[in-house]
């Protein structure tokens, strides 16, 4: 089997709710994406959805590999993080060559007939779920809502978003965990996430403050990505563990944090340079006994992986449309997100529908940080 074509599209849609955080509080409406087809010579096809700026650089990435034998995933793997070496895998390099590997996921596993957990070594085809609202544009209201719907799935874990007032925080917490509390489940578990707006003394001020009222499962990114004594400092500091890895590409990227023991949730996505990525960055949390959380992706297909990474605790569900083009071959029961037998990921496109949301290129308010960084953050602004 043979490589014979890289062909890439960039879509954008409208979510089906507003999304923001500490970053973007009044938040955002659209979306958008990248899908990369692999074709071979054997008329099996694999299919990747990435993060649109990745285009140009999946695209070159793609054609190194033509002629390849494309079920060779992991060394086809190292030959793009090899080509990206003076640039680096970061930005749009790593978001491009993220949407080939999964692509290339996906075709191996077609061509073996088998859904990508199974092939990946996964012995249950299930992963547990946290609701995650992307909430801050949300009214107290809308939060119960949102809440209460994936409580009455099974639901009892979520992530709220915060960081911007201590106050609004603590009610939010407050409505979130009895919303969540309806799913009925021994211990609902509350995550916070604040998006990098606070330096590591104000995280140690605002965790400590909300820790009287409530158990913290974590704190999601509550100093900068890269600072490895802040965010230990803030685990030294504080009950909750630390969750960050979000915005780290290559997994090498995780070795300085793992080393200082920095981070006590490991967080891996679509983004960690694929599934391959993912799945490396996730063995070096296993070295260190740290549990892994899968980032949300378009329709949840990273369950796949999810499901085959034996230290994974729990992955981001946001439920908000991003996958609305494609169909997909899961469900939520119980809380628990249920993959079903159809190859690869699963994802079966809509043509008419994807053709027509096709543009020619990404709109700023539907990529990846419409608002950019929160003025005054860490600057106790
Ligand atoms: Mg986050």
Same mark, same amino acid.
């Given at each position: 089997m043979r490589i014979t074509n890289v062909r890439t599209i960039v879509f954008e849609h409208d979510l089906r709710r507003r999304l923001g955080d500490a970053n973007n509080p009044a938040g955002r409406t659209r979306t958008s994406g990248l899908v990369v087809y692999v074709d071979t010579d054997e008329g099996v096809t694999g299919i990747g959805l990435g993060a649109?700026?990745?285009r140009a650089h999946a695209q070159a990435l793609g054609e190194l590999l033509l002629g390849a034998d494309p079920r060779g995933v992991r060394g086809l793997w190292q030959r793009m993080a090899d080509a990206e070496f003076k640039l680096g895998t970061v930005g749009a390099a790593a978001v491009g060559l993220s949407a080939v590997d999964l692509a290339?996921?996906?075709?191996?596993?077609?061509?073996?007939n088998e859904p990508l957990w199974r092939l990946l070594g996964a012995d249950q085809p299930r992963v547990r779920v946290y609701a995650s609202g992307?909430?801050?544009?949300?009214?107290?209201?809308?939060?119960?809502?949102?809440?209460?719907?994936?409580?009455?799935?099974?639901v009892s874990a979520g992530k709220l978003k915060g960081g911007v007032d201590l106050r609004d925080d603590l009610r939010r917490l407050g409505v979130m965990h009895d919303a969540l509390a309806a799913s009925g489940a021994a211990r609902v578990d509350l995550m916070l996430d604040v998006n990098e707006c606070w330096t590591p003394k104000q995280a140690v001020r605002h965790v400590r403050t909300i820790e009287r009222e409530f158990d913290l499962t974590w704190i999601e990114e509550p100093a900068r990505r890269w600072d490895a004594q802040g965010l230990r400092q803030v685990s030294d500091g504080v009950a909750a563990a630390v969750a960050s890895g979000e915005n780290l590409r290559h997994p090498g990227e995780f070795m300085p944090l793992l080393d200082a023991r920095a981070i006590d949730?490991?967080?891996?996505?679509?983004?960690?340079?694929?599934?391959? *990525?993912? =799945?490396?960055?996730? +063995?070096?949390?296993?070295?260190?006994?740290?549990? $892994?959380?899968?980032?949300?992706?378009?329709g949840s297909f990273m369950a796949h992986a999810a499901a085959a990474i034996p230290n994974?605790?729990?992955?981001?569900?946001?439920?908000?449309?991003? *996958?609305? =083009?494609?169909?997909? +071959?899961?469900?939520?029961?119980?809380?628990?997100? $249920?993959?079903g037998e159809r190859p690869g990921f699963g994802m079966e496109f809509d043509a008419d529908r994807l053709a027509a949301h096709t543009v020619s290129?990404?709109?700023?308010?539907?990529?990846?940080?419409?608002?950019?960084?929160?003025?005054?953050?860490?600057?106790?602004?």
């Open positions: 649109a700026p990745g290339l996921w996906d075709l191996k596993a077609k061509a073996a992307l909430d801050m544009p949300l009214s107290d209201d809308q939060l119960r809502v949102f809440y209460q719907g994936m409580a009455a799935r099974g949730v490991v967080q891996v996505g679509r983004d960690t340079c694929g599934v391959t *990525g993912a =799945l490396i960055a996730a +063995d070096m949390a296993f070295g260190v006994e740290r549990p $892994v959380a899968m980032m949300n992706s378009p994974h605790a729990m992955l981001e569900m946001l439920d908000a449309g991003y *996958g609305e =083009l494609f169909d997909i +071959d899961q469900r939520l029961e119980d809380g628990w997100l $249920v993959l290129q990404a709109s700023r308010a539907a990529g990846p940080s419409p608002a950019g960084r929160r003025a005054g953050a860490g600057r106790y602004g």
